[in-house]
């Protein structure tokens, strides 16, 4: 009994680091949302997420990009 009362303090302790580690993070993630919601103000709406739209597509392309170049090397092989 002993020992399941210590592995239940462990698994306790391990449970309020992690609830520790994600409200950090959440707090991080509110001020990134907080910055973008700043960014969309000072640009305007339409110019921000004409923006993302750009960015979304050139990273797409380079994916597609680098898995052509994966294909290639293997099929050199």
């Known amino acids: ?24 993070e959440n707090k991080a993630l509110r001020g990134a949302v907080a910055d973008f919601e700043r ?20 990273e797409a392309q380079e994916r597609e990009q680098k898995k052509a170049k994966r294909r290639f090397r293997r099929g050199a092989r």
């Not at 303090?9 to 309020?16: F, Q, V």
């Not at 960014?39 to 050139?58: I, L, Q, S, T």
């Open 1 to 24: 009994m002993q020992g399941d009362y210590g592995r239940a303090r462990e698994g306790n302790e391990r449970l309020s680091d992690r609830l520790q580690e994600t409200k950090l």
């Open 39 to 58: 960014v969309k103000r000072a640009f305007g709406p339409e110019e921000v997420e004409r923006a993302v739209e750009d960015a979304k597509r050139r």
